[in-house]
């Protein structure tokens, strides 16, 4: 499918955008599409790039909403993804989120999509970035020792690419 030329600003609320397409399940957002991305969708509508910031660790069917967003990118499309941290204040301090995430939580989207029934198309991860907090920012220590200290990482910012799949075998 060619590009669309359109970008999905999914979970719009606060952050409702003049260049996108403003999504939520909240009509009294002022959204340009209310919608629940984890139910079927009955849209010819596709996207050359979806936004969802803060919004997936609110999802009560993940695989549901991922899926859907899936469908709604053209090939190569993108999805760039904001999300707390697993071991962050922020994942569990808003009693709306339903997860969390770790720099695991992409791969049953990307390499296992098998898992997930997924054929045509799946998701590769081109970006991954952790956004540390003061107290992390703080520390003089590598990286991945950083990622294992409770409250040292924020958040994650993803960039997710819908790529071709075959999945001619079932992966181990």
Known sequence: MPPSGLTLNL????????????????ADVGADWVMDICKPLDTDKRFDKIIANDVLEHLPDLVAGMTNCRDLLVDGGEMHIHVPYDLSH?????????????????VYYCEWAWYLGWKGSRFELMHLEMRLSEYGASLKLPQDEVMRLPRAVDSMYVVLKKVPYENTSVAA
């Open 11 to 26: 979970g719009s609320g606060k952050d409702r955008r003049d260049d996108c397409v403003n999504a939520d399940i909240r």
């Open 90 to 106: 922020g994942a569990w301090q808003d009693p709306t989120h339903l997860r969390a995430f770790n720099e695991k939580s992409w």
